[in-house]
């Protein structure tokens, strides 16, 4: 627990160090987004423009920056979303959320990794791997036991980039090839090394998505006033409506069961994509992890404690491999059991009500687990 408290503290560090980071803890939880911009829809920009104008923001001092399709990111000094969201309908504005990986208040690793024993790295895809799954996390690092035939990125860390989360990627991949034959893993970045990107990076990275049939996320966070992100509300309608796909998303490592964690939460949402999203609790074996988020839009649990899989090759990491908690490490487990049960659905959508029924056979703090 000491290695837990002075990795927390050096993560606490890093996050009220960046100036363009605002946390609101009004609400109880913490609500982090960008400092001084407000994500607006496109044909809202002028009332937006007029609403930052009547709070006291200089017309001239306004940018309108890119953000995705149907979108615009309005910056200026002093620009605070609630200078807009109020004035403009309910949805056609909101924060900039950022969202992380972090132990608690976000949804990836609960505590530090700790050096593991390696283990024998067989198989990886077979000739015939059905299942294009896409990795939305760190940079791969590229001084790890992990095979390179295990995944594709063009996203390769090989340099010595320090961080909370360096190696996060490396783990989950390591967890979905260790449970899989029938996936074809892409890494792509959207997180930094401490675990952090912002909602626009994410739903940027959803919309160019073309090529992919299950999409793990190991991250997320709260909201205000608990309403679905709009960007990313956005991004997954485009990305998962009509189509074949499933996106797997841990449900966060605060411990509670009273507010939506997202993206895992659009999982119990009336959105029209929402059972296309797979929400991913942890459980050790015998319980629910005591870290771990649940609640009605939790769908599954799956294996989060003490996960042993590859890690980056370092002074503290000889072997390469390393034990970590979180939910960060269940969703990969599910993501996994969907390129599985692949071969006898036929779709991703099948393989996804497979792996629900599966999990129907075990409970884990009254909800459904994998075992």
Known sequence: MAQFGRWNERRAARLAALPWLHTDTA?????????????????????????????????????????VAGFVRLAAPGAEPEMVTAALPTGAAAP??????????????????????????DGGPAADAAVRLTVLDTAVWADSPL?????????????????????????????????????RVRAIKVLDADGLCTEVDLARALFALTDVDVVNLSLGGFTRNDRPPLLLAAALTKLLRGRDRVVVAAAGNEGISDRPYWPAAFAG?????????????????????????????????????????????????????ARWSGTSFAAPYAAAAIASHHRTAGSVLGAADLVRKEATARSYGGLPGLA
């Open 96 to 121: 900039n959320h950022v969202f992380l990986s972090n132990p608690f208040e976000m949804g990836g690793p609960y505590g530090p990794p700790v050096t593991a024993e390696m283990y024998p790295l």
């Open 27 to 67: 609400t109880g939880r913490p609500v982090r987004r960008t400092r001084n911009e407000v994500l607006v829809a496109a044909d809202h920009e002028q009332a937006a423009r007029a609403a930052l104008v009547s709070a006291g923001v200089a017309p001239a001092a306004i940018r309108a920056l890119p953000a």
């Open 269 to 321: 949402t009336a959105l029209p994509f929402a059972s296309q999203v797979l929400a991913v609790a942890a459980h050790d074996g015998t319980e629910l992890c005591s870290w771990s988020n649940s609640g009605a839009w939790v769908d599954v649990t799956a294996p989060g404690a003490d996960v042993t899989s590859t890690y980056v090759t370092h002074d503290d990491f000889p072997t390469g491999f």
């Open 147 to 183: 095979p390179s035939h295990w995944y594709e990125t063009d996203d390769l860390d090989e340099e010595l980039v320090s961080g909370t989360d360096l190696g996060h990627a490396n783990f989950i991949i390591g967890v979905v090839m260790s449970r899989t034959d029938n996936a």
